[in-house]
Structures are given as C-alpha cells and as structure tokens.
C-alpha cells in the first residue's frame, strides 16, 4: 500500500474532533481552565482530548483508568461537566502531588488510575512532556506507517490500548476498535475485513485468536506486526502467530503503568528465539539489582530497576518515585542487553525445598498440556513458617485429567512442585479487560 493513503496527524485529527460529544467539544473550545476526566468508551477520544488541548495550549489533564469512577473519589471538589459517562471537572479545591489544581494543570496532562497488584485504586500522574517522550520513543523504535491499519481490541483504560491513538495519530495511521478478548472469531473477521497491518495483542489474547483460526485453516496475510506485552509470549504461541500471520514480525515488549513502556524489541531481535522483551527504549535507563541495591553483571538475575525521563514522580495521595522504578520483576540482561524475565518479586516468586520457582512457570508448564484456549491460575498457600505448603492451580474446561497436567509440570518444573498442585478443574476463569486472567464471579 503506498504512502500517504491516510491524511497526515493534524487532518486525522480534526476530521475526528466532529465525531466528539458536544460536551467535549465545549470543553476542548472552552477558554476556562479545567481538568478534565475522560471515559473508557472511545478509544481515540482521551488522547484526542489531550492532544487538541496541549496543541491548543490550554491546561488539561486526562484521566483514564478501569478504577475511574473510585480514583474520583480520591480528587477532591469533583464536579460534573456535560455527559456523566465520560467527562468531569475538578474545582479548584483539589489537589495532585501536593500541587494545587490551579498548578497541577500546568503540570501534568495525564493520570492512570490502576487497581495494580494490590486490588486498591492509585493514581498515576504524567507530565505532557514525559507522555510525548515516551510515545515518541515507541514511535521510534515500532515506525508505525502511515498506511497503517491498527486492529485494537484493548480497552482505553489499558494504557496498552490507550496510546494506540497517539502513535497513529502522529503519522496518520487509521485504529479500528473492536471487541476481540471474548469474541476473537468476530476479531479475526474485523481483521480481514479491514485489512488490519498492525495487531496488540497479550499472551492469553494471541492463543486465543490463533485457536480460532487454525480451526477454520485461515491465515491472515495483510498483517505485518503483531505486537505483545502484559505477559511472556511463549515459544510456542509466538510460532503459531507467525504461521496465523505469515508476513507478520512479533515484537515483545515490557512495560509498567509508572512509566507506559520500558523496552520493545526490535525486527532484527525477532530471530532470537528466546523470552525476551527487547532492549531498553531510546532514553531509558535499565538495571538489574540485587536485594540491598547494587548493581549486577550482565547474564545475572535480579530485580528490574528503570530510570528515564518518562517514569512518574509518584502516586497522588501516596509516595514518589524519586525518579526511579523499582518494577519488583526478576529478570536479567542477556548478551545483547535485551531483558529476560523470570517473574515477579514476592508472592510470584516461591521456594520449594529451597529452591525459587515463578508462579508463571508453573501456569506455562500446566498450559503445555492444555488446549490453546484454557486458561490456568495457580495460586500458592504457605504454612505459618512462610514455607509453600500447597498450590492450587484453577483449570477452565478441558478434557485432560489432573494427573495428566500435574505430570507435565513434574516435566517441566520438577516432581518437587508437583506434589504440591492440587488441580481444579472447570473453574471459573476469565480474561479482564486488559486481557489478563482472572477469576470470575457470581453477581
């Protein structure tokens, strides 16, 4: 497809300022300084919000998150502007990092709220200097064209999906929003019938979109890169992407909602078939530490610290960053500093007979066995000496037997964990919105 088909950035975006709620074009003409608040529901309307206000030079701060309507609560002087379901403004009252709403304007231009690890909602600030560095490094390494078709199934409160709109818009490209994590038969028709060149994916997204098509012996030939992040792709998912999507490149990439993205691989690292996530963007400064903060050689394992002008100053109502991350994922730096994760810190790090092992390569071992489309959740119990007394691992529907999934991770992890699974089996086990199991329940 040649060059220019689209309109440049600024076409793209004015053309798509009409289809805006009148509620938001007042708020976007309006010569009042205002923080606004965008919804879930458009995937181009938050960052087409912010990007028209700051070329506009007008104060505007966007906030956008699956904990919206709880990380509300937390900025104080909340009042509504135009439609409820996806604006609102902030009286003067409130306040951002200590920052007085009147200063924080001035400031910052984007918050995600994110319930994280801990299941509560926090507040994650950005200056506009630090979002457009840190899209233009994706940019950068990931050249989006302007031919581009990109087929999104991430929500806009997934900060994966979020920034679709901005590194589109920057070269003109064209994003086509769909419903793919539940339905990924209607995704794949959405990709042949839009002739879809770029597709975000996550790890349980990707497995289930290449069930799908190799039951119906479909390959899709228009798509050249799939990219992926909120997991490890395995070895075998991503050989199944590349024989789905035969002209398609996979790029791996890591991130955290503290700093949007730490590393992306690039074309040239899709020939190295190892789990990694490519090498730090352009800017970003990474390093593997051990437990009291020094620094370790290249090749050993450790926890992630990144630094870099895009990582936050801290959380609203709660600590500062100082500037740099410390992600609490293990991993380490191969021979071509491209990073290689081994799991998380805490909880999803555990020990059996004193050996660590992650959660996430006892759920890889069970899904060895399993069906491309099962989903698997283990979760670790511990006696009162802290020491692993049992995993339970949560199964959806399959038709393998508990003793066959716990001799394939006796196989792949060692007999030693396998005693201590205990499968169950139908359970009920979803994706979110971002793509990520989890268990679901009963209203």
């Excluded at 990931?142 to 979020?162: E, N, S, T």
């Excluded at 959405?190 to 069930?211: C, D, F, M, Q, S």
């Excluded at 698997?376 to 007394?389: E, G, H, L, R």
């Amino acid at each position: 497809m040649p060059e220019g088909s689209h309109a440049p950035p600024r076409a793209w975006y004015e053309r798509a300022i009409n289809d805006l709620p009148s509620s938001a074009r007042a708020l976007v003409a309006s010569r009042t300084s205002e923080l606004v608040v965008a919804s879930t529901e458009s995937l181009a309307l938050a960052a087409m919000v912010r990007r028209l206000a700051n070329e506009a030079q007008k104060p505007c701060l966007v906030v956008s998150g699956r904990t919206l309507p709880a990380a509300l609560l937390q900025l104080r002087g909340v009042g509504v502007a135009g439609d409820e379901t996806w604006a609102y403004r902030v009286a003067g009252r409130g306040t951002i990092l200590g920052l007085k709403s009147s200063e924080a304007l001035a400031e910052y231009s984007l918050i995600f709220a994110t319930s994280g690890s801990t299941g509560s909602p926090k507040l994650v600030p950005f200056r506009n200097t630090q979002v457009e560095f840190v899209t233009a490094a994706i940019a950068n390494r990931l050249q989006y064209k302007p031919y581009d078709v990109v087929g999104c199934a991430m929500y806009p409160f997934f900060d994966y999906g979020f920034y679709q709109a901005d590194l589109a818009g920057r070269v003109g490209a064209k994003v086509t929003q769909f419903e793919g994590f539940r339905f990924p038969a209607t995704a794949l028709e959405h990709i042949r019938g839009e002739r879809v060149t770029i597709v975000p994916v996550t790890p349980a997204y990707a497995r289930r979109l290449v069930t799908v098509a190799e039951a119906i012996s479909a390959t899709f030939p228009t798509v050249r890169m799939i990219t992926n992040t909120g997991g490890r792709l395995s070895q075998d998912t991503r050989r199944r992407l590349e024989s789905v999507f035969p002209n398609a490149v996979v790029r791996t990439m890591y991130g955290l909602t503290e700093c949007k993205r730490v590393s992306v691989s690039t074309a040239e690292d899709a020939a190295i078939r190892t789990s990694h996530s490519g090498t730090a963007l352009d800017g970003t400064i990474v390093s593997i530490r051990d437990q009291d903060g020094n620094a370790l050689p290249q090749g050993a394992l450790g926890e992630l610290w990144v630094s870099g002008p895009h990582v936050t100053d801290g959380y609203i109502g709660g600590p500062r960053t100082g500037g740099i991350l410390r992600t609490g994922d293990l991993a380490m730096l191969d021979e071509g500093n491209r990073i290689v994760h081994a799991g998380r810190l805490g909880l999803d790090q555990i020990k059996v007979n004193d050996e660590r092992i992650s959660v996430a390569a006892i759920e890889e071992a069970a899904l060895d066995t399993l069906p491309s489309d099962a989903l698997v959740q283990a979760i670790p119990s511990f006696d009162q000496d802290y020491i692993t007394s049992q995993i339970t691992l949560y199964v959806t529907a399959t038709t393998r037997s508990p003793k066959e999934i716990v001799n394939s991770i006796s196989q792949h992890v060692g007999s030693g964990v396998a005693r201590l699974v205990h499968v169950v089996p139908d359970a009920p086990l979803g994706l979110s919105e971002n793509g990520k199991v989890r268990m679901l329940h009963d209203d």
